[in-house]
T-cell receptor, first 117, second 114 residues
Framework: DTGVSQDPRHKITKRGQNVTFRCDPISEHNRLYWYRQTLGQGPEFLTYFQNEAQLEKSRLLSDRFSAERPKGSFSTLEIQRTEQGDSAMYLC???????????????FGPGTRLTVL | DQQVKQNSPSLSVQEGRISILNCDYTNSMFDYFLWYKKYPAEGPTFLISISSIKDKNEDGRFTVFLNKSAKHLSLHIVPSQPGDSAVYFCASNAGGTSYGKLTFGQGTILTVHP
């Protein structure tokens, strides 16, 4: 198992376009998280899934953002009508879901860097 | 509202000496604390954690101290090695339905000089 993977690693788009990112978690992990990180800041929580169920969404996640995890394995994060303020690193993480320590020990992917022109 | 703060953007230490990274939090509901390390072009990796029922947790060269009354935690690295040079994030978590929802600080860039 090679860890959490994210695709693409970099995405440049024009304002107003839609973009979709993919995350493949560690196979036995049933929890999957999305975070956003801007320059000079730590990751900010966006949303998380337990298997295919989306359990919590941050208020940072406007209605232009949607995330899915249809079969409880990989996840996608879509941003519609992108804005320049959406430029950031989008990080995916996964964890086991058997207790507090497991939930918090999250394994992060390398991220997708989005640039909106 | 920055609930987790790392007030030192950077720290420079000589190899073999102690590195002390600090973190403050404001949310009294936080009861679980973690440190993550991040190298360039990689995602953060988990380093060490501590529950609020403890005031110290050790793992090899890494020790985390928690002062609940001051809402302060620190990470000690002894002895520091050049390979420890990275960005260090502290993170916190409240209980209940927020399990797994981590709130991160801004990060501290640690540079260990040979």
């Amino acid at each position: 198992d090679t860890g959490v993977s994210q695709d693409p690693r970099h995405k440049i788009t024009k304002r107003g376009q839609n973009v979709t990112f993919r995350c493949d978690p560690i196979s036995e992990h049933n929890r999957l998280y999305w975070y956003r990180q801007t320059l000079g800041q730590g990751p900010e929580f966006l949303t998380y899934f337990q298997n295919e169920a989306q359990l919590e969404k941050s208020r940072l996640l406007s209605d232009r953002f949607s995330a899915e995890r249809p079969k409880g394995s990989f996840s996608t994060l879509e941003i519609q009508r992108t804005e320049q303020g959406d430029s950031a690193m989008y990080l995916c993480a996964s964890s086991r879901g058997h207790g507090r320590e497991d939930y918090n020990e999250q394994f992060f992917g390398p991220g997708t860097r989005l640039t909106v022109l | 509202d920055q609930q987790v703060k790392q007030n030192s953007p950077s720290l420079s230490v000589q190899e073999g000496r102690i590195s002390i990274l600090n973190c403050d939090y404001t949310n009294s509901m936080f009861d679980y604390f973690l440190w993550y390390k991040k190298y360039p072009a990689e995602g953060p990796t988990f380093l060490i954690s501590i529950s609020s029922i403890k005031d110290k947790n050790e793992d090899g060269r890494f020790t985390v101290f928690l002062n609940k009354s001051a809402k302060h935690l620190s990470l000690h690295i002894v002895p520091s090695q050049p390979g420890d040079s990275a960005v260090y994030f502290c993170a916190s978590n409240a209980g209940g339905t927020s399990y797994g929802k981590l709130t991160f600080g801004q990060g501290t860039i640690l540079t260990v000089h040979p």
